[in-house]
């Protein structure tokens, strides 16, 4: 029994192992598949490994040998291939029969069988007991599964009744539906019709009524508009009249409107505009109606300049002109150059007539869509307009017209050797008309102002901001990143620049005229002429605009540098051009000719620029500026002169020395001679060098600035070394102070009067009255400090002492003229008193180092003006 159950099942197995069919193997499905998955999950026994299930019969040493016998039946390679997944039993067939002997194959074959079968065998004794409590459970699973069925099908029929009683009301709820949309969808029709029979009918009315009713037609529009929208009403013959009526009429509308809004443009009349810029704000065009007119006078003004800067026109004065041939190019011949450029400026002053009068209309329509606001919503337009970040509309045709100007001349100029000749050599002519442009615009926006505060209506509702009124008055605002005036000059830079090139050529040609190389002689008064008129026609030429004049007087002023470059080469350095012994020499002739040239240039130069009217500060300090460099040169021309004469002057005074100042008073009261002799030599010195050297100078107020320095230093060299006199009696006193009335006289030819020398003068007229007075008088004077220094009047008191009280230069052992130049090289006034404190000091020293009992009468009076000149210091 238990051989038979276990066989059974197992034999399909084998049959099918095998790829063949066993006639003995039906047993049925569901008990053949259970034992072929009990074969299939225990591997293990089937490898040969210990599942340690004894079975009644079978030990383990049988088991051991079925699994060896199975493991080298999978090895064998004549086995190998039904373990391929795609095995196909004619393939082997067919190869079986070309490569072996049948009966061995069979054979083998029958042997493999076998080995299954027993194999299998043991496998189905082995778990018997599972297989068949497998067998038992889909038993009861058949039976489960027929209870579901069951409970299925009930359920099926459920849903099919619940179904019939839900579709029918369904049904019905979405057919109802549909028809209440219907309903909907033709009521709201139906309003539409009706409503846009109203308004076509009302829209009939408000056209007779003509531009009075033009807004309120607008109105009527944008209402069928929005009736119309998200909606097809073609096919409604009711209202098929009425949509064509309504089409036409926006149309009409539209054209009404605009054409208003040109005429209102053109006329500056505010009410117009506004009326239509309402009705367009009513259509809900507005952005794009304005936006349409500024785009407008954009392509007007561009062909407009195109036109004017076109060549061909230029040259062709009437409409009969013969034109060129193929390949011929439009010049003007060289005797129509003049009738050309006539031409030209003709249309150029027309060209910006243009563009005054089209920006002039931007700016009016810019300004009704500022104060203008719509009475219903109170928004005001231009709000509609620069929405989204947008610059308002007078920016973007200003940058417009700016830019077409830019690009047209460009191109123009590049293309016309003519015309770029023309706006180069007269760019003055072309900035003005830039200018008069700029300022007419300016013009026109005082106007508008004035329209609108004197253009009274009750049609609009606008509102004026006064606070905003200061700026709008304005043409186009400055801002931080955007200047108007400059971006509409932009397009004149290159003219401009070569304008101030060919500009500094003409002023520079003259001068490299008048200076050939290897010159040796300035330019002559008719050249110097020549430089002068070029200079002031420049500046003239320029006046017409400030920047300009700017550019142009920095040109002056490198024609002012080069002028005086080229003198200053013409300067002699040489020895003999600072010699004051003999008549002048060709190297002074040539300095005073070239100083005189300069002086001339300078004078005439100034004078120029002081008729200039309205002349820019910062042009007039520019040509100053080069101006002062002249001045500059010309001290340097004359500085060694200045130089040698003063030199001279100072040997003279300091020979004072070499004269006796110690006799008394002769028994007539009166000094032997008027002066002494060295005066007479500097009177004769000084007389001579003004009529030798100074007068050949034409410049004579450039002369006296200069000499009347030399004579200051030569008042106070000689009271310098009039205080230094030792001895001092009284003949000499007497003759010292002809001396200093003396002096006077000598250094007058020096100055324009002897008074405008100053400190130095008072000083002369203040130190000679101290000569007679005593020493306590000295001490006390009230010009002490103020007029005269200290340390003269100290020094002066020297002479008044006995020869053991020295005077510094001589406690020094120094020279007149080495104690002078230390007094030079220290001018503080304090040096000077410590220098003579020491002299005072070392009096004392002396005194005590012989044992003297008293000091001299004057020493006290010395000491006690130290200290105060010391204090007042402090």
Partial sequence: MRSSTARSPGLPGVACLLGGRRPDSASSPGRGSAAADAISSAPANMEGGDGGVAVAGLGSLGSGGAAATVRELLQDECYSDFLNEDFDVKTYTSQSIH??????????????????????????????EDLLAQATGIESLEGVLQMMQTRIGALQGAV???????????????????????????CDLLRRIIRILYLSKRLQGQLQGGSREITKAAQSLNELDYLSQGIDLSGIEVIEN??????????????QAK?????GVETQNPTQVGTALQVFHNLGTLKDT?????DGYCATLEENINNTLDIKVLTQPSQSAVRGGPGRSTMPTPGNTAAFRASLWTNMEKLMDHICAVCGQVQHLQKVLTKKRDPVSHICFIEEIVKDGQPDILYTFWNSVTQALSSQFHTATNSSMFLKQAFEGEYPKLLRLYNDLWKRLQQYSQNIQGNFNTSGTTDLYVEVQNMDDDKQDIFIPKKPDYDPEKALKDSLQPYEAAYLSKSLSRLFDPINLVFPPGGRNPPSSDELDGIIKTIVSELNVAAVDANLTLAVSKNVAKTIQLYGVKSEQLLSTQGDASQVIGPLTEGQKRNVAVVNSLYKLHQSITKVVSSQSSFPPAAEQTIISALKAIHALMGSAVQPLLTSVGDAIEAIIITMHQEDFSGSLSSSGKPDTPCSLYMKELQGFIARVMNDYFKQFECSDFVFDNTEAIAQRAIELFIRNASLIRPLGEGGKMRLAADFAQMELAVGPFCRRVSDLGKSYRMLRSFRPLLFQTSEHVANSPTLGEIIPFSVILQFLFTRAPAELKSPFQRAEWSHARFSQWLDDHPCEKDRLLLIRGALEAYVQSVRSREGKEFAPVYPIMLQLLQKAMSALQ
Avoid: C, W
Wanted: no cysteine; hydrophobic share 50%; net charge positive.
């Fill in 160 to 186: 099919d009744r619940m179904k019939a009683k839900i579709v029918e009301p369904y049904n019905k709820i979405v057919a109802r539906t549909a028809q209440l949309a219907r309903l909907q969808v033709a």
């Fill in 259 to 263: 054409r208003l809004l040109e005429q």
């Fill in 242 to 255: 009425d949509l064509l009526f309504i089409a036409r009429a926006r149309l009409e509308v539209e054209n």
């Fill in 99 to 128: 490569q072996a002997v049948i009966a061995e194959q069979l054979a083998k074959l029958a042997q493999g069988i076998s080995q299954l079968d027993k194999e299998l065998h043991l496998q189905v004794v082995a778990r018997h």
């Fill in 290 to 294: 304005v936006t349409s007119v500024v």
